[in-house]
């Protein structure tokens, strides 16, 4: 049972899950600091929160459980301005879609706290951001990835563990390094590929007529698109190694592509698209589940 | 009103054409031709066939109209076969996602009877096919293109667009070289793209494990890459030229991209992010009607 809930970063997923919380009884009470003032007000008055508080050290300062939901480039700034003010037995986690830099920043930041900082990622998107689209079953079946520190103590990590799964999702523990590799495959590349594609078709002087044309494959292929800039800017930069190998890998296989269209390799273009098609129809039925 | 309508290709496209034409009541009868049998007898058992043909000629033979629903590489040789057996006053149309090529094709198989190939493509994909795939109204309030050739007689187009019209679709007119451009763009190169990134994770040796931890980004993103892949090599033969044109455009993208993200250059990437999103988001209440 928590006591009282710290949320920094009162938007979609540090809003739902206070709310995913408070529905399943184990929190107390949640006081939540932002950037946005409306946003908070919301919040509050969505049921999200049940305090506003005006810095992050008073946010923090009487609370037991701490979740850190900025985009993760805030993450640095923020973790220097609650270490002072941190209880000595706050457990803390967070939703970064990225854990390697937070884990840096997490060490820079809380010294010998570090052994009650469990990172976390839960694996649940969406275009909407805000306190507003905020709701207490958005985790419900969903993955959340724990990459816990040599350094935390086997109840800390258990303790963050039932907080999502009381939040009806479904805890699965990696390494940093492999969670972020693997997310820099099937979700960073995925979202760096679609934004430039749209970003380059809206500079052009056609763009309407081309938008005008557009059909439902475009619609799917483009959605994630539309996905929080900010937030997007930063798990770029936070995982940047990890993505530009895998911006390398795309690119060498849009250029094979290219030289079997080229050379009207009907054969081969075939086969690839065949290799493509069966292994994402094998995926269909989980895939559709999310 | 069509006395009888011969399908060449009896699929996804081709059955739901005859479906919605005889819920509209203005077909007799349908009779169809297409490589397998059993899909031939899937489609006259669930009633998109009246008929089934044992030729392409057999097919169009009392036929008052054809409509040709192959995949755009099998077209050639289709026109040749049924050019002997088709009426004088036989009225064609095709369902093609590329137009020069086809109209090449009709070029060269039709002869005189060009004036009465009416070339079309409807904007209504999936990633089912074949005949019980079929549904009457999958062209409801999609858009249907038109690219009427100057031969064409403007009687042969209004009756072409008033079929399309029956099958409760919008027909939109252009040429042949504006529509190929434009659906290489927003049509052609995004199931390339989604096709090479799933099939270069596919062939990792760490897919299985990738994979487990797509979420709903990557099932969006991806969900083309399950489509056709006969059809989309022909698609991709057929429209080479453009098509080759928009993979240098997104690889340039990329290029872009990936350097603003190897400099670190935060500014530039929020930036392209945004231009990106603020496009997409502009698109959402329009492509989610599709």
């Known amino acids: 049972m928590i006591q009282k809930l710290a949320v920094l970063g009162v938007g979609l997923i540090g809003g739902s899950f206070a709310l995913a919380l408070k529905r399943a009884g184990v929190v107390g009470s949640v006081v939540g600091y932002g950037r946005s003032r409306a946003n908070l007000e919301a919040a509050r008055s969505l049921g999200v929160l049940d ?15 701490v979740c850190l939901a900025v985009p993760v480039g805030a993450l640095p700034t923020l973790l220097a301005e609650i270490a002072p003010y941190l209880r000595d037995d706050a457990l803390l986690t967070d939703v970064g879609s990225t854990k390697q830099d937070v884990i840096l920043a997490g060490r820079a930041a809380l010294g010998d706290r570090i ?6 990622h839960p694996i649940a998107g969406a275009e909407d951001s805000g306190a507003a689209a905020a709701r207490p079953e958005l985790f419900h079946g969903k993955s959340v990835i724990l990459t816990p520190l040599p350094e935390n103590r086997a109840e800390a990590v258990a303790q963050v563990s039932a907080w999502w799964q009381a939040c009806g999702a479904e805890v699965t523990v990696m390494e940093a390094e492999n969670h972020d590799r693997i ?3 099937v979700s960073h590349l995925p979202h760096l590929a679609a934004f430039a594609l749209v970003a380059e078709l809206a500079e052009r002087p056609e763009a309407a007529l081309f938008f005008k044309h557009a059909g439902s494959g475009f619609r799917d292929f483009t959605r994630i698109a539309a996905s929080h800039p900010e937030m997007w800017r930063d798990i770029a930069l936070a995982n940047q190694g990890a993505l530009l190998d895998e911006i390398n890998r795309y690119q060498e296989a849009l250029t094979r592509l290219r030289q079997l269209l080229e050379d009207g390799d009907s054969a081969a273009l075939h086969a690839l698209f065949e290799r493509a098609a069966t ?12």
């Open 115 to 120: 052994v009650r900082f469990v990172p976390g």
């Open 183 to 185: 997310f820099a495959a």
């Open 279 to 290: 292994a994402r129809r094998a995926l269909t039925s989980y895939l559709d589940r999310l």
């Open 51 to 65: 305090a506003i508080a005006e810095t992050p050290g008073a946010a923090v300062r009487d609370a037991d459980a």
